[in-house]
């Protein structure tokens, strides 16, 4: 059987195809993108945006972390898949290497539920992959869509009861003690549809100290009130009772062990017990009105909590824990109508997000043990944002799109430890955010288009952190200010089976937030003057024959500052931006047989990237390669069996998992697993 186009490609129309008498005519399947807020066909959409479907996302794959979904994705660059502690670096077109962990700049929803806090920090560790259906990524500004973001957006959905119906038991084991179970159910009955998914985690981990324990539970419930209505309640558990952080590594440490840790002390044979706990519990309310006026209206509201302890890879001031309310409520209204005689169609929305953080720090000894309190404040964020996007239909080919939006962000700290002063203090932000784009669909399965837009990002209450001190906020930091333009190619060749997505981008970016650590290993945050952000993006998917196809990624960009003294009078204009690759290329080769039968070999190419912002530690380019098998059995008219095998690193090659930025003491290096298998079976009825 013939594998079908990449979903990233597909758009509606009816095309001939040539050098058939009389074929019938072929109807390809129209492909909707959301992540942009205006729900538009891929081919009308003037941004960089992609795709990821159900069967990218899970055909073979441990559904683990991001990276695995998003490997074929241009412009898109992640780290640190095995560290369950300082969690994925995500990086889209240079934004978000700043941190050596978590994600920065990049807004994550899911279920259109916002996982980026207001001061712009976001977790991953509770997005449910084993129930994920669909992933869009939207590579470049994400400011007028959703506020505090430069670097673009991550949208993921999740399954209901129609889209996966049935029960399903999945059971995984492979290398360095990896071990997962996986139990969904999905159905619809009459008006009521539901989809519930839990899973169990295990893993000991390729490095010393670094096994983790993780369990999650993802759940939709929906009520169709009547043709045009609807309500949707979502319910995501994360109980992540233990992740070890064996912590970066000198050169010569991992030249001697590199499954080793690293002393915490350079005095002390010890390493201290570095590790996290996490309890999150997310509820969500969706309410759909499709017949509001003339238009859609549409209702949310999420509630988060999170109780978060972590100790730090160093003894002193290193017992970070806080517990967390994050709350908000968003209203959009979409509608059609002509402007003239012109079509148009538009979103206009608000809302309103609190971050509440009860967060303090303890002093700890190299044995583990707590000498008492050094910092204790509440920690506020407070966003309010309204916006609205349009798109004008020039022609029948000609579109023009506008967007704007305004934010207000208030930031509080209210010093609870006063032993050493009051480092009560806020920031306060008024933000405008515009973009621009002009699309031009040239045949019914072609587009160019051009874009323009600004964005912003607000340091995050971590990077406020004063460096004169333990609380308060750094009064140097300010927040960072991006120009981007993009010109772009997508189309589908439905007589040879070839797809393309072509996006050359420039970004100028001002007051770039830069991470670098102190001597005793504590992370801090300055602003570096102006960087410039220059790409172009290609991806590539061919059906070359039967049964078989090739997708292609591949990024060639230039991440450097432009004006940026250090805070020693370093100059580091012209350097590159340290933690992010210029060259990557993916490659896979799937041959799809009979039913459930597959097998996928992949190639990825990491270029050669920086570890300091003085550009003297230079990490060596690599490639990887991965392979990736399986096939199924029908037990019977309602049953199938099916059972996959996949290798991770075939050839075994020497490489890292993480890079540590501008760390003060050497260890820079997260060394990534050697060859590694894993395997999984799965039930469905």
């Known amino acids: 059987m013939p594998l079908r186009a990449a979903p990233s490609l ?173 139990v969904s159910n999905g159905g619809v009955e009459g008006p009521w549809s539901h989809h519930i998914d839990v899973s169990a985690l295990g893993m000991d981990g390729y490095r010393d100290h670094s096994s983790v324990e993780k369990y999650l539970l993802n759940a939709k419930l929906k009520r169709e009130l009547d043709a045009d209505r609807s309500l949707t309640a979502i319910l995501n558990l994360l ?79 290193s017992f970070v824990a806080y517990d967390r309310d994050y709350y908000g409520a968003n209203a959009e209204y979409r509608q059609s109508l002509s402007l003239g005689e012109l079509p148009m169609r538009y979103v206009a929305g608000v809302e309103v997000a609190r971050q509440e953080d009860d967060r303090y720090r303890d002093d700890v000894t190299i044995d583990g043990d707590h000498q008492g309190r050094v910092a204790d404040e509440t920690q506020t964020a407070t966003s309010l944002g309204a916006f609205a996007q349009g798109d004008l239909d020039l022609t029948d080919q000609w579109s023009l799109s506008l967007g704007t939006r305004f934010d207000h962000i208030d930031f509080d700290i209210d010093d609870n430890y006063l032993s050493d002063g009051d480092d009560s203090g806020d920031r306060t932000f008024n933000q405008w955010s515009g973009s621009a784009g002009l699309n ?56 040879s089976g070839l797809d393309y997505d072509v996006a050359l981008f420039s970004t100028r970016v001002r007051d770039s937030l830069i991470a670098y650590k102190n001597s005793n290993g504590r992370d801090f945050y300055r602003n570096a003057g102006r960087s410039r952000q220059d790409g172009l993006e290609v991806s590539l998917g061919w059906d070359f024959a039967e049964n078989w196809r090739l997708d292609s990624a591949l990024t060639l960009a230039r991440y450097e500052f432009q004006d940026y003294v250090d805070d020693d009078g370093n100059d580091h204009a012209n350097n590159r931006i340290p933690g992010l690759p210029e060259r990557t290329w993916v490659n896979q080769l799937t041959w799809q047989g009979v039913g459930e039968r597959f097998a996928t070999l992949e ?61 003060q003491r050497g260890r820079y290096f997260s060394t990534a697993p050697d060859r590694s298998v894993y395997a999984g079976v799965e039930l469905a009825f």
């Open 10 to 182: 597909l758009v509606a129309g009816t095309l001939s195809v040539s050098g058939m008498a009389q074929a019938e005519p072929v109807t390809l399947d129209t492909l909707e993108v959301t992540a942009p807020r205006l729900d538009r066909e891929l081919y009308d959409t003037p941004a960089a945006v992609s795709v990821v479907d159900r069967e990218k996302i899970a055909q073979g794959q441990q559904r683990e972390r991001l990276d695995e979904s998003l490997a074929t994705v241009p412009g898109v660059y992640l780290q640190n898949r095995h560290n369950f502690v300082q969690g994925e670096r995500v990086s889209i077109r240079g934004f978000g290497a700043r941190t050596p962990w978590g994600v920065r700049g990049i807004r994550v929803r899911v279920d259109g539920i916002p996982y980026t806090l207001p001061d712009g920090q976001a977790q991953l560790d509770a997005i449910d992959l084993d129930s994920a259906q669909r992933i869009e990524v939207m590579r470049g500004p994400a400011a007028v869509q959703y506020g505090n973001a430069a670097g673009g957006a991550i949208d993921v959905t999740t399954a209901d009861g129609e889209s996966d119906p049935g029960t399903r038991l999945r059971v995984e084991g492979g290398s360095n003690g990896y071990r997962k179970l996986n």
């Open 440 to 495: 031009y669909r040239y045949r019914p399965n072609h587009q160019a288009y051009l874009s323009v837009g600004t964005a912003y990002e607000t340091p995050t209450f971590t990077e406020f952190a004063n460096p004169a001190g333990v609380g308060g906020f750094n009064p140097d930091i300010e927040p960072q200010k991006a120009w981007n333009r993009e010109l772009g190619l997508r189309g589908n060749f439905v007589d």
């Open 603 to 663: 190639t990825r190419y990491v270029g050669s990237m920086y570890a300091d912002d003085a550009n003297s530690v230079k990490v060596d380019d690599y490639w990887l390669a991965n392979l990736r098998a399986g096939d199924g059995w029908r037990l019977s008219n309602d049953t199938l069996l099916k059972a996959y095998v996949g290798v991770q690193n075939l050839f075994d090659r020497e490489h890292f998992d993480n890079i540590v930025i501008n760390d």
């Open 239 to 317: 109980d992540n009772p233990r992740s070890e952080d064996p912590g970066g590594l000198t050169a010569e440490a991992v030249s001697e062990d590199r499954q080793g840790t690293i002393d915490s002390n350079f005095y002390s044979p010890t390493r201290i017990d570095a590790g996290q706990s996490v309890d999150q519990q997310v509820l969500g309310l969706e309410y759909e009105d499709r017949a509001a006026g003339p238009g859609e209206l549409t209702l949310r509201g999420f509630y988060l909590k999170r109780d978060f302890e972590q100790q730090l890879a160093y003894a002193g001031d």
